[in-house]
Every structure is written in structure tokens, then in C-alpha cells.
């Protein structure tokens, strides 16, 4: 029995603390012998069963927690590889489009929402990841999507689920913001035979699916993999942070739960659970238990600074920061400016900005503009930029920036991008 690959694995990536919870060990283990074992603090990868005979190294390989191969990732799926390096702007670089190395590889940015109401009053924002994923669905350009809902045992919890009808996808819709094995959905999916699939994930769970698109020992999952949607990330926060809230903040305890929403409308989100009794209780949670959450932020986050998912097709988000539609603007504008410009009512009722990075993800949107399921408005491309650089400099360089450079001086690692 070989175990190095698990070794490396949890030397690098488990016991260094970058581990993200993403669950792509457990899926690409050949002897199905890593758990994802769940502790009141989070899950850890271990070691429950016995490796291969032969050498292995795909658990390992696989893992988004220490290597990014960006420029592969890139060159494959964007067609090229960015003009500044990641993270940050090298001066030896000439980048006639702008800052690249912040933003990344994007094709277009949007704002926008479901055209469909029941989509839009299920989702956080505009719901348009929901609505480019049933547009998808329904038009046959997928079979399936691994998406995030709550565990039905225990509904404060998230889960991967696959989708493949409009309902299922609307019982996923909203952020779950907690980390949970993700991809441990692509195994249900290929288990039930679907070859056309979207993936929703976190911009670090989307670098796992890069891998398993690029490498080849993975092709059997990643060959059916036609899009990954990646959310813009401040970060996850511990389960036990949620549990928290609702124990704390809601004075509810766990055993009554009988479904949670975090942004339940009205925009931008009220932080919802519904009881086994009946009954509910809410509390605002942008505008107030958000700040609680944050004080649940793991520590793999404090080492990240991908926001806008540097390798998915799509990547969706508010609008924080959006020179014209950022929340903290909208109450600001009078009638006139209503008038003039369309985006500031819908914004108002919740939004999402879209960055396209792919040609795959613009086929997706398109189709969904065209079918009228989406109604996106494009940002000219000063806007787009000012929206980039505000979303990357205002973030996660100002509060990761520095663990980030405490950490590499007190000689741990972090994540690599190469
Ligand atoms: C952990 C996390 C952190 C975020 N941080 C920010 C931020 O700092 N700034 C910002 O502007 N936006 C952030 N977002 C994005 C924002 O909350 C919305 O997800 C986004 O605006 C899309 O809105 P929508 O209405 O179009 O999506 P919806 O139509 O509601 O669809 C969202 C889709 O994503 C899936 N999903 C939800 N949570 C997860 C998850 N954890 N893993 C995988 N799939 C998931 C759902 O199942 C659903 O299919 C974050 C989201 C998450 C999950
Ligand atoms: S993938 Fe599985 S068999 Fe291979 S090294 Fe990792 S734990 Fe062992
Ligand atoms: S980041 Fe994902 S692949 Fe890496 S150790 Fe953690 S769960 Fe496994
Ligand atoms: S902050 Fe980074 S590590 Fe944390 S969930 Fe987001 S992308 Fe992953």
C-alpha cells in the first residue's frame, strides 16, 4: 500500500490549515478511503480506509488548497493567460486594457436579474445564476447541475444537490455561506448517469474543478464538466458560526429548525428560519448578523485572496462597489435619476453583477438574454473596471493582505499560483 500521495496531501494542504472542505480527495480516491470527518469545528480529510497498491498521487493532485496551475488553467479555458500575474501588478508588464493581474481574464460584466419573479424572490440577488441554469436546463445545453441546499436532516447545514429540473434548481437558489463538500455532488451526478453538467462553486472549490477538467486522469468526471458558476467570495464562514446565530440571534434552538434561509427577501436579506411549529424568525442579516457571521471566518479564508473566481466561466455577485448600483448608492438617488437610468429600480429590489470569463460562460449567458430569461444590462468598459478594481482593492489585499505576508515571513505556506 502506497500512502504517499495522502501524505503530501495532508502536509501540505490538511495540517497547514489551507485546507477549504471542497471534498475533491474523497471524489477522486480510487479506494473511496478519505473522509471528509465532520467535527463541531468544521470537516476534516482523514485517512478511514486503505490507499491503492500502486503509486497515486490524485488526492494530491487534485487539491485546490496549495497548487494552482493558473496559467494552464488559463490557456485552456480562456484561450490565453493574463497580462499581469496573479495576485497583484508587476511593473515589468505592459497591460493596455487595464489591471489585469486584479480582475483577471474577463470577456463582459453585467448587472441584472431573472426576468421570471419566482426566480428573482428565491434568490439572493437577481437571481440569475438560478435563471441561466433552469434556461440551460430546459434548452437541453445541460442534463444536470451540482448545486448548494441544506442537508433535510439537519437544515442549517449545506449540502450538494443535483439539480435537473426548474424545481430543484429553485429549491438551491440563495448563497449558503458555509463550506461543505461541494463536489462530492459530481459523484451523485455521474451516478445517475448525467453527462452535460454546471457546477456552482466558491472560487477555491472552483480551482479543484479546473483540475479535474485539465488533468487526465480525471477526464471520466471532468469531460462532462460545461460550466462552473463561481460566486464573488468574501469568505465562507464555520458551520458552527450559522448555528450560532440561530442559537444566539434567534434564541432557536437547532432541534426546531426546519429550514434556513439566509437572505430571505426583502433585499438585501433577512435572515430567515423557518420552525418544525410553524412559526418564524428573522433578523436582518446584511445590514446586522453579517457583522456577527464574520467573527466565524476559518482560516484558510484568511490566507485567500481570490475574490472574483479567477478560473470559472461566470462569476456572480452583488453589487457592492459597482460605481452606479452599489447598495449603499441606491438610496441615495432622487426621481429623476430613477428615471434616466432603468438599473436603479431593479437594483433596488436586488441585483447581480455578472463577470464573464469564458467563451463557454458567454454562450450561457447569451442564451439566456436571448430566451429573455435574464434581462443583463453591460457595463461600459470604464465602469467594468472601476467595479474590478474597487471589488479587489477595497477587499481582501487590505484585511488577507498582511496574513498573508505574516505567514510567508514566519515560512508557512500559501496557496501558489503558477
Ligand atoms: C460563500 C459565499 C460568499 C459570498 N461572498 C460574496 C461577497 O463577498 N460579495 C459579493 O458581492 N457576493 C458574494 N457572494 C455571492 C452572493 O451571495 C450571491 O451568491 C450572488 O450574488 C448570486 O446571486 P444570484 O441571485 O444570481 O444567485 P442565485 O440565483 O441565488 O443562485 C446561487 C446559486 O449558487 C449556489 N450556491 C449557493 N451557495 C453556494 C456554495 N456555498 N457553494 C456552491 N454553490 C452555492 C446555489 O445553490 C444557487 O444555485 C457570496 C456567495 C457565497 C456562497
Ligand atoms: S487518492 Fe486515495 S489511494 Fe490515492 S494516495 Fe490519495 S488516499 Fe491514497
Ligand atoms: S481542499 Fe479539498 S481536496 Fe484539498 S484536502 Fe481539503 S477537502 Fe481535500
Ligand atoms: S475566501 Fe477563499 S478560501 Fe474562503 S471560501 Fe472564499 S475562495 Fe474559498
Not at 467594468?384 to 477587499?395: E, I, Q, S, T, Y
Amino acid at each position: 500500500m502506497s500512502q504517499e500521495g495522502f501524505d503530501r496531501l495532508k502536509a501540505e494542504c490538511i495540517n497547514t490549515g489551507l485546507c477549504v472542505e471542497c471534498g475533491a480527495c474523497e471524489l477522486v480516491c480510487p479506494t473511496r478511503a478519505i473522509k471528509l470527518k465532520k467535527y463541531d469545528w468544521g470537516r476534516n480529510p482523514e485517512l478511514e480506509g486503505k490507499c491503492v497498491d500502486e503509486e497515486c498521487d490524485l488526492c494530491h493532485k487534485v487539491c485546490p488548497a496549495h497548487k494552482v496551475p493558473l496559467s494552464e488553467i488559463e490557456t485552456k479555458f480562456f484561450g490565453r493567460t493574463r497580462r499581469h500575474p496573479f495576485p497583484g501588478v508587476s511593473p515589468e508588464v505592459s497591460d493596455p486594457t487595464g489591471s489585469e493581474g486584479k480582475g483577471g481574464i474577463v470577456r463582459a460584466v453585467y448587472t441584472g436579474y431573472a426576468v421570471n419573479k419566482n426566480i428573482h424572490e428565491n434568490a439572493v440577488s437577481g437571481g440569475v445564476a438560478s435563471a441561466i441554469l433552469i434556461h440551460a436546463l430546459e434548452s437541453g445545453m445541460l442534463d444536470g447541475a451540482v448545486l448548494a441546499g441544506f442537508d433535510p436532516e439537519t437544515p442549517y447545514e449545506a449540502k450538494a444537490f443535483v439539480a435537473t429540473t426548474r424545481e430543484e434548481v429553485l429549491a438551491c437558489a440563495g448563497s449558503k455561506y458555509q463550506p461543505h463538500p461541494q463536489l462530492l455532488g459530481l459523484r451523485e451526478a455521474m451516478e445517475k448517469g448525467l453527462q452535460k453538467l454546471a457546477i456552482t462553486s466558491t472560487p477555491c472549490n472552483a480551482i479543484a474543478v479546473r483540475k479535474l477538467m485539465l488533468y487526465d486522469e480525471f477526464r471520466e468526471i471532468g469531460s462532462r464538466i460545461k460550466l462552473v458558476i463561481s460566486n464573488i467570495c468574501g469568505a465562507h464562514w464555520s458551520r458552527h458560526g450559522t448555528e450560532w446565530l440561530i442559537t444566539n440571534c434567534l434564541n432557536t434552538k437547532l432541534e426546531d429548525v426546519a429550514a434556513l434561509k439566509y437572505r430571505a427577501r426583502p433585499f438585501p436579506g433577512e435572515f430567515q428560519v423557518k420552525l418544525k411549529n410553524g412559526k418564524t424568525a428573522e433578523a436582518p442579516f446584511v445590514l446586522n448578523l453579517l457583522g456577527q457571521l464574520a467573527r466565524f471566518t476559518p482560516e484558510e479564508c484568511r490566507y485567500c485572496l481570490e475574490k472574483v473566481a479567477s478560473v470559472a466561466d461566470i462569476v456572480v455577485g452583488d453589487t457592492w462597489h459597482h460605481p452606479v448600483l452599489s447598495p449603499d448608492l441606491l438610496g441615495k438617488y432622487n426621481d429623476e435619476d430613477v428615471k434616466k437610468d432603468e438599473r436603479i429600480a431593479c437594483a433596488r429590489k436586488g441585483a447581480t453583477a455578472i463577470v464573464v470569463r469564458s467563451e463557454a460562460g458567454q454562450h450561457f449567458v447569451d442564451a439566456a438574454i436571448n430566451a429573455a430569461a435574464v434581462k443583463l444590462y453591460q457595463d461600459t468598459p470604464e465602469d467594468a473596471r472601476k467595479f474590478l478594481d474597487a471589488v479587489h482593492d477595497l477587499g481582501k489585499p487590505v484585511c488577507n493582505g498582511p496574513v498573508i505576508n505574516a505567514r510567508i515571513r514566519r515560512g508557512g505556506p500559501v496557496r501558489e499560483y503558477y
